[in-house]
């Protein structure tokens, strides 16, 4: 499975030590400190198990949602992109007409 995850600083301190003493990639060491602090924790049989329900967020079918600020940020780059270009025109046309009254 991938993910993102938020460490805290404590943590990611630790896990960095952890990793220079073992010598371990980040994701092997994030791994076995997991299994490790999971190892003793016990289910208890009368507790419901958790479930997630989906829901219909209406996104197309082959639009994959977890990669939309991907696509958020293709859209903040055409937009800086455009308003670069109306920008340069304004220059371009306000030159041009400096250099026209200068005539």
Known sequence: ????????PDVELLLKQA???TGQSFKATLNRAIRRGLA???VEKDEK???VEAKNMG???G???AN????????EVEG???VTRKLEERLKDSESSARDSNS
Not at 1 to 8: E, F, I, K, L, P
Not at 68 to 75: A, G, P, R
């Open 40 to 42: 003793d924790v016990v």
């Open 80 to 82: 800086y992109l455009e």
């Open 68 to 75: 939309v600020h991907d696509l958020e940020t293709e859209w």
């Open 1 to 8: 499975m991938r993910t993102t995850v938020t460490v805290d």
């Open 49 to 51: 198990p958790f479930v």
């Open 59 to 61: 996104v197309r079918s």
């Open 19 to 21: 990793m220079q003493q």
């Open 63 to 65: 639009i994959d949602i």
